[in-house]
């Protein structure tokens, strides 16, 4: 869906203003898609038109930190609790009390976290390559693979270091991370300047870090299997570099309704590798 054909506007929730992209009649079932990092609503620019045109009102924000949202000072308030408040008022905002929610890596992550909060206001969940948080947080601490497979976490929660590190060779590294794609004609010289752009963004960097920085603040507690009450999709691509695709299995299990499906070529990027999979697997579950 071009750009032109997409709806842009600003809402004051949970005391951090959130800017969203959304498509689809404003009557239709709600979807929400949430990103992950280091991206922001254009992550989900192949997905606007098969939703809108299937019907749902498909609403895509800048999560807190990112891009053209606000960027509140301090680690603490990027806690997984916070953004899932974020979401959640922005569908009170939108006049809905129900919902369907879609996340990927850190965005999926939100998702969990939603699910275990108030699951009764979500339709479903779809969780894309991002296991629960207290999974993830028990394989880091536990499984000593994993934890190698983690160690950028590390890194990218050291304080000033990391915003100076990432902004050397006009974020060469962040654009380096996309290059892992199974499709890197995904991310053209084009796209990267778009992201680009949005990374260079007064205080977006440190934003975009905090959630790092938040992440063992949390410590969520494991939700007991089959706790998990919404319609649950997980879709993982097993290329993944960062998380071992078993810890999708484990997720899955916290579900009291869930699919799971492994894409064996995809990596961390799936939405992007197999956008037609994904479409099709999201607009199955929806």
């Known amino acids: 869906m071009a750009e032109s054909s997409l709806e842009f506007s600003y809402a004051d929730v949970n005391d951090v203003m959130i800017h969203c992209a959304a498509a689809g009649p404003r009557d239709g079932p709600l979807v929400v898609l949430l990103h992950g990092f280091p991206e922001f609503w254009f992550a989900w620019r192949d997905y606007f038109r098969p939703l809108a045109e299937r019907g749902f009102r498909v609403v895509a924000p800048d999560q807190r930190g990112y ?140 934003g975009m870090l905090n959630w790092y920085r938040a992440l063992f603040e949390d410590d969520p507690a494991l939700p007991p299997p089959r706790s998990l009450k919404p319609p649950t999709l997980v879709l993982w691509g097993d290329r993944d570099v960062y998380c071992d695709p078993q810890l999708a299995d484990r997720s899955a299990a916290l579900c009291a309704n869930a699919r799971i499906r492994h894409l064996p070529q995809a990596t961390h990027w799936i939405i992007h590798d197999a956008p037609e999979i994904v479409r099709d697997a999201l607009l199955d579950h929806l």
């Open 67 to 206: 891009n053209l949202s606000g960027k509140p000072e301090g680690a603490a308030r990027y806690r997984l609790a916070a953004a899932a408040a974020d979401v959640f008022a922005l569908a009170d905002a939108l006049g809905r009390q129900r919902f369907h929610v879609v996340g990927h890596d850190w965005g999926a992550a939100v998702a969990w976290t939603m699910a275990g909060i108030d699951p009764k206001r979500l339709t479903s969940a779809t969780m894309i390559q991002a296991p629960h948080p207290a999974v993830w947080l028990k394989a880091m601490r536990e499984d000593p693979e994993q934890r190698a497979r983690n160690r950028y976490v590390r890194i990218l929660r050291m304080p000033w270091l990391s915003e100076m590190g990432l902004k050397l060779g006009n974020y060469a590294g962040l654009a380096h991370a996309f290059r892992e794609s199974a499709r890197p004609e995904a991310f053209p010289p084009e796209v990267l300047d778009l992201y680009r752009e949005a990374w260079r963004r007064p205080g977006a960097l440190t």
